[in-house]
Structures are given as structure tokens and as C-alpha cells.
């Protein structure tokens, strides 16, 4: 199944380099959709189908871990899958995404290692999304 | 301080060149090259300061251009963009060398730092690439945690 990925970090650099990885690993992907911070994701999930987001921590305006936390607490959302990307390394606050359900990759990741945790999350190349991005697009309301 | 920082210093700054920048840093030799770019990130937690990152002015489209996987030269902005992602990746790989693993600190965005802080560094590195020079400064406000 080709993938609806959302994208979120502030950096415009960094929104390439994942997108990058994502044509050049393998990734099966029907569109990319980019965000700026936090809320302007919010607003992308309300708006359309994703079936996976890619974020990052520390954003201005809303930053990832209360991003997460509206995604989690929405019933429409709350099974979305999200891999967070960020250079965080305390164990506290990667232990605390994880209890949200999300994966971690670590800045600075290597393309084979992000791509690995997408297939890994998604089932594989020929593997598919439990069912959670039908439920979206155009009716939530965070 | 300056001793127990300096590898985790160096060896976040190399790794982030390496993995982000596809570039590998040169044995120092010879004398400094001039630097002319900077960004800077404070970082919040059971210590406050902030780590600055200084390049020649021929080293940052390179960097750019690999991190964006780009043939061209990236705009002038891009390019402070990356520089910027630079900071920020060495910083959030540096700071758990500051308290142990479970600390927690928050990164604020990184900014432009058109000069360098006036002060002397808790721990610093110098990379060399063929395209220049790169230096890494890390600055502690506070000398340490209060009781």
C-alpha cells in the first residue's frame, strides 16, 4: 500500500532530507504532505488522509510531544502512527513518547535506519496500515 | 568540566557532520580557516547555555547542498537553515553528557550568531573538511547544579 506521510519540522532542510530518505528507501509512498510546527499538522490531519506522521520535538508554536498528546487524545486520531525524529536523548522524555505510542528514530539518523522503522511500522514493503486513515480526513476537529 | 565534555562534544559534532553533512573530518593540521557563518541553540534544564556553531563561509553551501541531497548551491537561506539543523542535532546529542542520560532539557530554535559569545568555551572543537572549517563551542551558564 503506497503511504500518505505527513511530514512535521520546522526545519525546511530537514522536511528534504526525510523526504529524501523516504524516495530513496524503498517507501512505498502515495503523497507527501509537509508541516512547519505542531499545530499547522494538526490542521493537515484534520483536513485530509495520512496514514503516517513523521515529526519532530522541539517546533515552535506547538512542539511534538502536544502535537502527540491532541493526536493520541482524538478518537479518530488515536491510533495514528507517528515516528518522531529528533535529536532528544533523555530517556525521560523518549520513555514518555513512547507511552504515547509513538516510535523514536535519533538525530543524526542514517536513511537505511528511518526507513527501516517506517517499513518496520507499517508491515514491510507489502504490509498495510490497520485500517485508521480511512477514519480520517475532513471532519476532525482538535 | 572542559575535560569530561570534550569527547561527547567531539564525537557529537563528528558524528552530525558525517550522517547529516555526508562529510568526513580531516586530521587538524595547519592554521585556522577563517569562520564566517554561525548558529547558536540554548538549551534549558538542570543546566542553562547554549552551543555555538561557527563555519567558513566555503564550507556551508556544501554542507547544504549534501544535506539536501542538492547538485546546486542552496539559497543563502537554506544554507542558514541547515546550519541551523546542524546546532540544533550536535546540541540535543551533547547535552546528555552535561547530567546522565535522564536529565531532561529543552532546546529553544537556533539563531544566528553573527559573532561568537565572548566567553570561554566549557569545551570546544575544531573539524576540518576540505571545503573548511567548522568550530563547535559549548558554553555553561552555570558552573553547576544547585543544591
Same mark, same amino acid.
Given at each position: 500500500?503506497?503511504?500518505? /506521510?505527513?511530514?512535521?519540522?520546522?526545519? +525546511?532542510?530537514?522536511?528534504?532530507?526525510?523526504?529524501?530518505?523516504?524516495?530513496?528507501?524503498? /517507501?512505498? +509512498?502515495?503523497?507527501?504532505?509537509?508541516?512547519?510546527? #505542531?499545530?499547522?499538522?494538526?490542521?493537515? /490531519?484534520? @483536513?485530509?488522509?495520512?496514514?503516517?506522521?513523521?515529526?519532530?520535538?522541539?517546533? $515552535?508554536?506547538?512542539?511534538?510531544?502536544?502535537?502527540?498528546?491532541? /493526536?493520541?487524545?482524538?478518537?479518530?486520531?488515536?491510533?495514528?502512527?507517528?515516528?518522531?525524529?529528533?535529536?532528544? @536523548?533523555?530517556?525521560?522524555?523518549?520513555?514518555?513518547?513512547?507511552?504515547?505510542?509513538?516510535?523514536?528514530?535519533?538525530?543524526?539518523?542514517?536513511?537505511?535506519?528511518?526507513? #527501516?522503522?517506517?517499513?518496520?511500522?507499517? &508491515? &514491510?514493503?507489502?504490509?498495510?496500515?490497520?485500517?485508521?486513515?480511512?477514519?480520517?480526513? #475532513?471532519?476532525?476537529?482538535? | 568540566?572542559?575535560?569530561?565534555?570534550?569527547?561527547?562534544?567531539?564525537?557529537?559534532?563528528?558524528?552530525?557532520?558525517?550522517?547529516? &553533512?555526508?562529510?568526513?573530518?580531516?586530521?587538524?593540521?595547519?592554521?585556522?580557516?577563517?569562520?564566517?557563518?554561525?548558529?547558536?541553540?540554548?538549551?534549558?534544564? $538542570?543546566?542553562? #547555555?547554549?552551543?555555538?556553531?561557527?563555519?567558513?563561509?566555503?564550507?556551508?553551501? +556544501?554542507? !547544504?547542498?549534501?544535506?539536501?541531497?542538492?547538485?546546486?548551491?542552496?539559497?543563502?537561506?537554506?544554507?542558514?537553515?541547515?546550519?541551523?539543523?546542524?546546532?540544533? +542535532?550536535?546540541?540535543?546529542?551533547?547535552?546528555?553528557?552535561?547530567?546522565?542520560?535522564?536529565?531532561?532539557?529543552?532546546?529553544?530554535? $537556533?539563531?544566528?550568531?553573527?559573532?561568537?559569545?565572548?566567553? !570561554?568555551?566549557? !569545551?570546544?572543537?575544531?573539524?576540518?573538511?576540505?571545503? &573548511?572549517?567548522?568550530?563547535?563551542?559549548?558554553?555553561?551558564?552555570? $558552573?553547576?547544579?544547585?543544591?
Amino acid at each position: 500500500m503506497a503511504l500518505a /506521510i505527513l511530514i512535521v519540522d520546522d526545519s +525546511v532542510v530537514m522536511r528534504a532530507m526525510i523526504r529524501r530518505t523516504l524516495t530513496a528507501g524503498g /517507501i512505498a +509512498v502515495a503523497r507527501i504532505g509537509e508541516a512547519g510546527n #505542531g499545530q499547522d499538522a494538526l490542521d493537515a /490531519i484534520a @483536513s485530509d488522509r495520512w496514514d503516517l506522521v513523521i515529526a519532530d520535538l522541539n517546533m $515552535p508554536v506547538m512542539d511534538g510531544e502536544a502535537m502527540l498528546a491532541s /493526536i493520541r487524545a482524538h478518537p479518530l486520531t488515536r491510533r495514528l502512527p507517528v515516528i518522531v525524529v529528533s535529536t532528544e @536523548s533523555s530517556e525521560t522524555r523518549v520513555e514518555a513518547l513512547r507511552r504515547l505510542d509513538a516510535a523514536f528514530v535519533h538525530k543524526p539518523f542514517t536513511p537505511a535506519l528511518l526507513a #527501516g522503522e517506517i517499513l518496520r511500522l507499517t &508491515g &514491510g514493503p507489502d504490509g498495510h496500515l490497520a485500517p485508521v486513515s480511512t477514519e480520517l480526513g #475532513g471532519d476532525v476537529d482538535f | 568540566m572542559a575535560t569530561s565534555l570534550q569527547s561527547p562534544l567531539s564525537s557529537a559534532a563528528t558524528s552530525t557532520f558525517e550522517e547529516l &553533512g555526508f562529510l568526513l573530518a580531516l586530521p587538524v593540521d595547519g592554521d585556522a580557516r577563517p569562520l564566517a557563518h554561525g548558529a547558536r541553540v540554548d538549551f534549558r534544564g $538542570p543546566r542553562t #547555555g547554549c552551543l555555538e556553531l561557527r563555519v567558513s563561509a566555503t564550507l556551508l553551501p +556544501v554542507v !547544504a547542498a549534501n544535506m539536501l541531497g542538492s547538485v546546486d548551491v542552496p539559497s543563502f537561506a537554506l544554507q542558514l537553515d541547515a546550519l541551523g539543523e546542524l546546532a540544533n +542535532v550536535i546540541t540535543g546529542n551533547v547535552v546528555p553528557a552535561l547530567d546522565g542520560p535522564r536529565a531532561v532539557y529543552r532546546l529553544d530554535a $537556533p539563531v544566528l550568531a553573527a559573532r561568537g559569545e565572548g566567553r !570561554a568555551a566549557a !569545551a570546544e572543537v575544531t573539524l576540518r573538511f576540505d571545503e &573548511g572549517d567548522a568550530l563547535v563551542q559549548l558554553f555553561l551558564d552555570e $558552573p553547576a547544579r544547585a543544591a
